[in-house]
């Protein structure tokens, strides 16, 4: 099987070619549960022989843990040969093993606590952090992470920290990209209107967008995508699954956002499952193949914590969904009207 590509260049820089599925290495930091570094390589070599080329990573991801599990793969494999990602705005201190953060979300990750900057020097550091964590000489891509209402508990604090992004950070991940360090730059977040007011402000160039825009939730397509589309700004999307139910379906139990799907969401998600299936389609395959139509999107990026998840990952990167399947989804109101299909 071969993966197809998308060749993104916003300023002219050469731009990176994306495999259409990438790797999202939340997964490796022991999100939820433990693996083992053998399974942490048997998912990543199942990935890179089938064709991945898209890793995106972030310091908060086990705490460390998946950077530098990243590190052992991809040593000596060519630099060239693969697009990375990963994230700014939290530096990680040590601390006592009872003090860490994330007990309960990460699991035998080194005790670390996390500390939030967004200015110039912690950006700078972040990067230095990265690449020593990596073992890489260059990073292609930085994203700003968690600039959300989601993670800072409040619309105020929020705005704190894009104000605190815009006069700092935001100078240092300029100089970066100037600099030829990176090819670009932009945000990591769980929600779009941070992404639409930091294109409104600066020069950005991709947004890694986690389960905003999905076979469930199009409410991005409003105005944000449409921007971001007018600006080439390329858009990676994160939690195609909406964490979980639209790869497992309407099934008690089931994740929405991080926590258990409420009724609503299972009674949409199964309406979606009977129409799927209608066609012959999986489910999982129409949530990862829909947000791939929209011409801003150069990358799905889904988690992958097992092998059997990544095979999975990797079948619906590949499959083919008729477009009467589309056409159905939008005259049932399961669609938005104007999402490209």
């Known amino acids: 099987m071969q993966i197809r590509t998308r060749h993104w260049d916003r300023i002219g820089n050469g731009g990176l070619d994306f ?20 399974e942490a390589d048997a998912i990543l070599d199942l990935a890179w022989q089938a064709g991945v080329r898209y890793y995106d990573t972030a310091p908060l991801y086990g705490l460390g843990l998946s950077e530098t599990r990243l590190n052992r793969f991809l040593r000596g494999k060519p630099r060239d040969a693969y697009v990375l990602s990963t994230k700014v705005g939290r530096l990680l201190e040590a601390c006592r093993p009872e ?3 994330g007990i309960g979300k990460w699991f035998e990750v080194p005790a670390r606590k996390e500390v939030y900057d ?14 020593e964590r990596l073992g890489v000489e260059r990073i ?17 604090a929020l705005e704190a ?31 779009w209107q ?26 991005s397509l409003e105005s944000f995508l449409p921007l971001a589309a007018s600006r080439g700004i390329g858009i990676v999307i994160g939690g195609p699954y909406n ?22 969401v299972l009674n949409r998600v199964a309406r979606i499952e009977t129409i799927c299936a209608s066609h012959g389609v999986r489910l999982v395959d129409a949530a990862f193949q829909f947000p791939l139509r ?20 990797l079948a619906a990167a590949a499959a083919e969904i008729p477009p009467a399947l589309w056409i159905d989804l939008k005259s049932e109101g399961l669609l938005a009207g104007d999402a490209p299909v």
């Open 19 to 38: 495999t259409e599925l990438g790797f999202g290495t939340a997964p490796l930091g022991n999100l939820y549960r433990a693996i083992s570094d053998d």
């Open 99 to 101: 003090e860490r953060d």
């Open 118 to 131: 967004y200015g110039y020097d912690g950006v700078m550091r972040s990067v230095e952090f990265s690449l």
């Open 140 to 156: 292609d891509i930085l994203f700003a992470h968690d600039l959300d209402v989601f993670n800072h508990g409040s619309q105020a």
């Open 161 to 191: 920290r894009l104000e605190e992004l815009m006069s700092g950070g935001y100078r240092a991940l300029l100089s970066l990209r100037d600099q030829g360090v990176i090819k670009g730059f932009g945000a990591g977040v769980n929600e």
């Open 194 to 219: 941070p992404c639409q007011w930091l294109t409104e402000r600066g020069d950005f160039d991709l947004f890694l967008l986690a389960g905003r825009y999905t076979l469930l939730e199009q409410e």
């Open 243 to 264: 964490s979980g139910v639209l790869a497992t379906g309407a099934r008690p139990g089931a994740f929405y956002n991080y926590d258990p799907a409420p009724q609503a």
């Open 294 to 313: 929209h011409p801003a999107v150069v990358s799905v990026i889904p988690g992958g914590q097992g092998v059997n998840e990544m095979t999975s990952n």
